[in-house]
């Protein structure tokens, strides 16, 4: 299996083709040091051999944020080469860290732009980069991340968006690749040739007036002419489209570029696997290997295999997937697919992090702070008699579906896993109770249900019965009659 | 080749696969009725033989707004039968309008949205859309297409963002899917079984909380279901990323949403196949053979053949492209592929339309009202000795192109084409004096540009000579030094 296989990034090697992307957890206190939980969440994605776990951004500065983990100090290095410890003590997974400079957002809506940054800062954040990277390899880590993407500096030079008119003009694309040319110098120069440097960038903007795949074509033959170790793409995230709310600082992900950056159940499969396929047939065109990492609504094992092998991708990346399962990895390795508790792209863990919260998964038993533990020997809910006894009826062209308890098992989630006609199932939703009205149905087409229960140990019953509804096409009466039709 | 093979759209023929989708003149009056310049405008596209010519959007009702043609009333019909009489006289064309009903939008910012619609308009509204359906048979059209795109009532209801929660229940797709449903079947019972009735939707609304392809494709199978002549796919174009400009009425195709509806230079070709690919296996997994018609930067016949060929869509909408020159399938079928004016995707067109001006082709001779005459037989321009004489610099990670005018013809616009190590050259950019500034270049890379010039006949020159162009690589020096670096 190409998932399972080993990669090379740089002078360092992953033991399989899954990453953990960087993912904001709001576990770390404002001091920006590491304390047990952010070891904690990652330490269980080492659990999980994940190839390779990217730490959640990490200032390479000392602005004024949230809770942050920090590298901007030679004190923080400590607390990150414990992370570094407690996790290489679980498995061979590489572990880098997400490096990241951003400029300053005030609650009243003001926020600072590049635009405004004179030379001088500009030395400033390239010695910064270098330094938190020193720091990184000083840490213990296998290698770093640039954080080229979204909302922040780095970014913000790459963009479409960047009004400078000096020597990192945004009208020229060398001017604007110019900063992060530097920064990846000053980086090389600082860590040496055998400490892998990666990045996450953009692979489309979606803001008006920003870049998309062509620019992102030409951006990453730069970062592989550099040579970055690895390409991690991303999607939106930007301030430009943020949603201003009453006495909160402006936030990233909170308008369609947000959408767009976690794309939810709206949205469909592999949503992006088609900027990876592009970028990386270009940068290979011009005789470059440099890995690229996809992401995007990849979920199963499946999906993930058919990625590698159609070269779309060289490396798949499931952040909202792995916070639901960080023990998705082991499970393939086992033979366990079905023990996979799949992500349902509720994106309950985006709105945490939109409302400055702890961010946590809608799967996970209540209260709970990381993913309760893999137990491959304790006992799955079982249904009891008539099996789940799903039953489904039609009400107002949507299917409302209910079914039992299951007989043993203390419950945490339902999946509902959703079939039309004779095609293949897939987990449509996640529900905390025993019933679920499906409104996305159309008339004409028939569609079979089954669910599964997960209870507090992350352990997945059996299917329950199956039930086959065919959906009757809105009749002309219905589409004469104003008030609501019973089908 | 398959571009110019007829095909049947329900009950009548196109000649050939090539679509002008509706676009906005700003050339009606106020009052609504056809005048010269809509017939010059429309017959022109009949001149060029496109397979089916669709009339820019025609109101089936009495709302004021600007210049707009309408089928709300039947002192309406005599124009557009001139209409139909003047296009029958140049070719075979099948030719249609798009009939549209939107909602009341004020210059104060306030626009009527569908959630303020009573039972009783809802009726009214589907009384119109068949009486100028009607109507639309009696002035001798092949056919009409129903507006279910952008920013208005029919899309509104289709929308995630349908806020209903009557019958037209925006939280359930067949409370969206309703009021369509409704319309189709009084507009066929209005023109009975011959007469196409096709459909121009949404396949992503690409707005905050707007649906996606999942959706799309489930519109899409029950506007087959109901039995379109075609379904026709567009993206964005909506009020709620529109962007309110100071005393003006709110309009849509200004914000990001817009950018998407209608992609510039800084989106790839070809760039929204994938969606009528996508949609067109779904419906036909589901055994409809209802044409699907892509658009989004298809220019060239080759890029228009291999999308047929490769069963990603039936018919190729073009509207910038034959904006640009609406003799481009005579032009194929004469075997004159190079005399084509290539659209350069400056979005002048859609400025012109943003701003309420009168919508023209930039490449179009100043001041002129339609495209030039079709004139193969006269002379095109000549270079002179040198051949153009063009040459090129480097200039800040930038090149530098200028030229020498043509020795004859009176010259509207240069095309720069520009190919990429030894890629195919492609029209990077259209201009109207002798020199430009190529911004989008990456070091590293050697690109080979020629010019050619267009008169004020629509005619070509050859190819200007050729000049190669080696982007070195920014240096450590340019990297470190602050200043603008010379290369």
């Given at each position: 299996?190409?998932?399972?296989?080993?990669?090379?990034?740089?002078?360092?090697?992953?033991?399989?083709?899954?990453?953990?992307?960087?993912?904001?957890?709001?576990?770390?206190?404002?001091?920006g040091?590491?304390?047990?939980?952010?070891?904690?969440?990652?330490?269980?994605?080492?659990?999980?051999?994940?190839?390779?776990?990217?730490?959640?951004?990490t200032a390479v500065h000392g602005n004024?944020?949230?809770?942050?983990?920090r590298l901007s100090d030679d004190?923080f290095?400590?607390?990150?080469?414990?992370?570094?410890?407690?996790?290489?003590?679980?498995?061979?997974?590489?572990?880098?860290?997400?490096i990241i400079h951003f400029l300053?957002?005030?609650?009243?809506?003001?926020?600072?732009?590049?635009?405004?940054l004179?030379?001088d800062d500009i030395e400033r954040i390239i010695g910064e980069f270098g330094a938190a990277a020193a720091r990184a390899?000083?840490?213990?880590?296998?290698?770093v991340?640039l954080h080229?993407?979204?909302?922040y500096t780095l970014?913000?030079?790459?963009?479409?968006?960047?009004?400078?008119?000096?020597?990192?003009?945004?009208?020229?694309?060398?001017?604007?690749?110019?900063l992060?040319?530097r920064v990846?110098?000053e980086v090389?120069?600082q860590?040496?040739?055998?400490?892998?440097?990666?990045?996450?960038?953009?692979?489309?903007?979606?803001?008006?007036?920003?870049?998309?795949?062509?620019?992102?074509?030409?951006?990453?033959?730069?970062?592989?002419?550099?040579?970055?170790?690895?390409?991690?793409?991303?999607?939106?995230?930007?301030?430009?489209?943020?949603?201003?709310?009453?006495?909160?600082?402006?936030?990233?992900?909170?308008?369609?570029?947000?959408?767009?950056?976690?794309?939810?159940?709206?949205?469909?499969?592999?949503?992006?696997?088609?900027?990876?396929?592009?970028?990386?047939?270009?940068?290979?065109?011009?005789?470059?290997?440099?890995?690229?990492?996809?992401?995007?609504?990849?979920?199963?094992?499946?999906?993930?295999?058919?990625?590698?092998?159609?070269?779309?991708?060289?490396?798949?990346?499931?952040?909202?997937?792995?916070?639901?399962?960080?023990?998705?990895?082991?499970?393939?390795?086992?033979?366990?697919?079905?023990?996979?508790?799949?992500?349902?792209?509720?994106?309950?863990?985006?709105?945490?992090?939109?409302?400055?919260?702890?961010?946590?998964?809608?799967?996970?038993?209540?209260?709970?702070?990381?993913?309760?533990?893999?137990?491959?020997?304790?006992?799955?809910?079982?249904?009891?008699?008539?099996?789940?006894?799903?039953?489904?009826?039609?009400?107002?062209?949507?299917?409302?579906?209910?079914?039992?308890?299951?007989?043993?098992?203390?419950?945490?989630?339902?999946?509902?896993?959703?079939?039309?006609?004779?095609?293949?199932?897939?987990?449509?939703?996640?529900?905390?109770?025993?019933?679920?009205?499906?409104?996305?149905?159309?008339?004409?087409?028939?569609?079979?249900?089954?669910?599964?229960?997960?209870?507090?140990?992350?352990?997945?019953?059996?299917?329950?019965?199956?039930?086959?509804?065919?959906?009757?096409?809105?009749?002309?009466?219905?589409?004469?009659?104003?008030?609501?039709?019973?089908?």
């Open positions: 299996m190409r998932l399972l296989s080993p990669l090379a990034l740089g002078t360092a090697t992953a033991p399989n083709r899954v990453v953990v992307p960087a993912m904001v957890t709001r576990l770390s206190g404002e001091d040091f590491v304390n047990d939980a952010i070891i904690e969440r990652y330490v269980r994605y080492a659990r999980g051999h994940v190839g390779l776990i990217v730490v959640e951004a004024k944020s949230g809770p942050l983990l004190g290095i400590k607390g990150h080469a414990e992370l570094v410890r407690r996790a290489r003590a679980e498995s061979d997974s590489l572990i880098v860290p997400q300053k957002v005030a609650r009243s809506g003001w926020r600072q732009t590049i635009d405004q004179s030379p390899k000083a840490a213990g880590y296998d290698g991340e080229s993407a979204h909302a970014a913000s030079f790459l963009s479409r968006m960047n009004r400078r008119k000096d020597a990192y003009d945004g009208r020229s694309l060398e001017g604007r690749l110019r992060f040319g990846f110098a090389r120069s860590v040496g040739p055998d400490f892998p440097v990666g990045v996450r960038f953009l692979a489309d903007e979606a803001i008006k007036g920003g870049y998309s795949l062509p620019d992102a074509r030409l951006i990453a033959l730069r970062m592989a002419q550099l040579g970055v170790a690895y390409i991690s793409l991303s999607v939106g995230g930007k301030f430009e489209d943020a949603q201003q709310r009453p006495g909160q600082p402006l936030y990233p992900y909170t308008g369609y570029s947000g959408d767009r950056c976690m794309p939810d159940e709206r949205y469909p499969a592999l949503t992006h696997v088609g900027y990876a396929a592009d970028i990386r047939a270009y940068i290979r065109s011009k005789g470059f290997t440099t890995p690229v990492v996809a992401a995007g609504k990849i979920s199963t094992p499946e999906e993930a295999e058919g990625i590698l092998a159609a070269g779309q991708a060289d490396m798949i990346g499931m952040a909202r997937q792995l916070l639901a399962d960080p023990d998705w990895v082991r499970k393939v390795e086992a033979g366990r697919r079905p023990a996979i508790i799949p992500c349902i792209y509720c994106n309950v863990c985006k709105q945490l992090d939109e409302t400055f919260h702890e961010v946590t998964c809608f799967l996970w038993p209540k209260g709970a702070h990381q993913a309760p533990a893999d137990d491959p020997a304790g006992a799955a809910p079982a249904w009891g008699e008539g099996n789940g006894h799903l039953r489904a009826e039609i009400e107002d062209g949507q299917i409302r579906l209910v079914w039992d308890k299951p007989a043993s098992g203390t419950i945490v989630a339902y999946d509902i896993y959703r079939a039309e006609d004779d095609g293949p199932p897939s987990v449509v939703e996640g529900v905390k109770h025993t019933k679920h009205l499906d409104r996305a149905v159309l008339g004409g087409l028939a569609y079979t249900y089954y669910v599964r229960a997960s209870d507090n140990a992350g352990r997945t019953s059996p299917p329950s019965n199956a039930v086959r509804v065919d959906m009757p096409l809105p009749s002309q009466d219905d589409q004469r009659e104003p008030s609501h039709a019973r089908v």
